[in-house]
DNA sequence: GTCTATACCCGGATAGAC
DNA sequence: GTCTATCCGGGTATAGAC
């Protein structure tokens, strides 16, 4: 309860569920308003747009994605810090990971809109995991990392898909993914 | 050349590209045709649907599926052979892993005409991997073995996206990418 | 086998009353 | 803040001539 303009806070509640669950494009306006209770002109007094709902939700994992890309340039993270960066904020914005994995058109709305470079925004991650003197073995190793971060850290919170609020990763979980992130990373 | 109406061969080759780089739903008919350099009417003497086009890409990787998953039960095989045989499947299908991945239609559309169970799919396989005994931190590094084989190779054979056909993964890069999956599956 | 023309539907978005 | 009604565009698909 509190903050801020109610019903805006349940629409994008109520997005946020269903892209998840069908996709940005997969669900329409009035999928939304008939989950709202009302109808799709009513949806429009709240946002002027649909991708606007979309940045309403992409802000917030938008920043702290950029925060931990602002740290590789000034400090040096240790791997470990880096991965493990990367599964806490992988499970804080689970349903946005799926979406932006899954939704050409998602994607392409971030990176036009992106204070960074528009070219591929994980390929910074991968150098920095892949080390200085990255050779071609070390780059595929860098990908494997990272794949298992992303991709496990999803597959064990997927199960708890209802009540979408804070689901928390387990911590002996988070070890696991980790470890395992770093088994791959080194040879 | 020989082989089968070339025009329909043609229209699978373009879609298959066009597939990969928009996803099923980003690709409209029209955008086929224009390629093609005809109409959307003239489609539609090749192919009654959209989706047929679609399902005229799918079933050859589908069957290539079918056959791992049924050698699960047949045979026991070991873990390397496993997740190289996933390696395999995704560098020769990867416009269609891509795809897959991405689009929740196209998953539907699967999953609705397919032989097996509806059920989640992978979920044999990780099983399989986790092994009989199998407690929560193994079937994490199930799934983490699992993500770095599909998803590790298709990063590798993404630089090459221009001349679709046999683009071939390097034996040493293949060898790499198992040697990751296999650390991130043992402790 | 390919064309023109068109039907049909669905999704995003707007106008204007209440 | 929400409604009814409507516009518009794009997408799939069909009819029928050539």
Redesign the pocket.
Known sequence: MSSA????QRILEIARELFARQGY?G?????I?REL??????????F?????ILRGLLAEPLVAYNRILGSLRSRHPSATELLGAFIDLTADSRELAVMIERDPAVLKLITDQLPDSSESINQQVIEVLAGPEADRAAIIRAHAAFAVVKTATLAVLSPHQESADDVKLDPADRAEILAAALRALRP
Request: glycine fraction near 4%; hydrophobic fraction near 25%; aromatic fraction near 8%.
């Open positions: 303009s109610s019903t805006k494009t669900t329409s306006i009035a999928d308003a209770g009302t109808t799709t002109a009513a949806l429009y007094y709240h002027p747009s649909k991708a606007d």
